[in-house]
């Protein structure tokens, strides 16, 4: 009997586990999908009200009021931004509260990298913090480290 009860729990777990992974994939796509779509509500619906967004430039680390401001212009014209999934990956923790991700994406800027995470609410889950980036092939680091030189150096002193 006690068998038939583990294996019982370790499948609806599992299920659980594998449901979780599916919403959250559903919620990345049509957070995606939002932008594309130019819709605000819908996407900074699917944001946690404290959530942040990093942007490629090393100075953006939008808390969630400032991205709603600088993004809603774009938001206004009709053309956000559009990602599309190449490649993405889910993880969690079983009945966790928090899962994290990242995804390839093909993007106006090439391939780009996005990372994040998410957390379960009383509303379902919600991106907490993304991180997008500009993938540069491992032959072009030093062309691309050149060209970034001066304005990296100019927000190191800055920042010290």
Same mark, same amino acid.
């Given at each position: 009997?006690?068998?038939?009860?583990?294996?019982?729990?370790? @499948? @609806? !777990?599992?299920?659980?586990?594998?449901?979780?992974?599916?919403?959250?994939?559903?919620?990345?796509?049509?957070?995606?999908?939002?932008?594309?779509? *130019?819709?605000?509500? &819908?996407? @900074? &619906?699917?944001m946690t009200k404290d959530g942040?967004?990093?942007?490629?430039?090393?100075?953006e680390n939008w808390q969630n009021?400032?991205?709603?401001?600088? !993004?809603?212009?774009?938001?206004?014209?009709?053309?956000?931004w559009s990602f599309k999934t190449?490649?993405?990956?889910?993880?969690?923790?079983?009945?966790?509260?928090?899962?994290?991700? &990242?995804?390839?994406?093909?993007?106006?800027?090439?391939?780009?990298?996005?990372?994040?995470?998410?957390?379960?609410?009383?509303?379902?889950?919600?991106?907490?913090?993304?991180? @997008? !980036?500009?993938?540069?092939?491992?032959?072009?680091? *030093?062309?691309?480290?050149?060209?970034?030189?001066?304005?990296?150096?100019?927000?190191?002193?800055?920042?010290?």
């Open positions: 009997m006690k068998k038939i009860a583990v294996i019982i729990f370790l @499948f @609806f !777990s599992i299920t659980g586990f594998a449901q979780d992974k599916s919403k959250i994939d559903h919620i990345l796509t049509q957070w995606h999908k939002a932008a594309a779509e *130019a819709n605000f509500q &819908d996407y @900074f &619906d699917l942040v967004f990093i942007g490629t430039d090393a100075t009021k400032d991205f709603r401001e600088f !993004s809603k212009p774009y938001f206004d014209r009709g053309k956000a190449l490649e993405r990956n889910i993880y969690t923790e079983e009945n966790a509260k928090t899962a994290w991700f &990242d995804e390839l994406l093909i993007t106006q800027m090439g391939i780009c990298r996005g990372s994040g995470v998410l957390q379960k609410t009383a509303n379902g889950w919600k991106i907490a913090h993304y991180v @997008f !980036s500009i993938t540069i092939p491992n032959e072009n680091v *030093a062309e691309i480290t050149q060209l970034k030189k001066e304005f990296d150096q100019k927000l190191i002193e800055e920042k010290q």
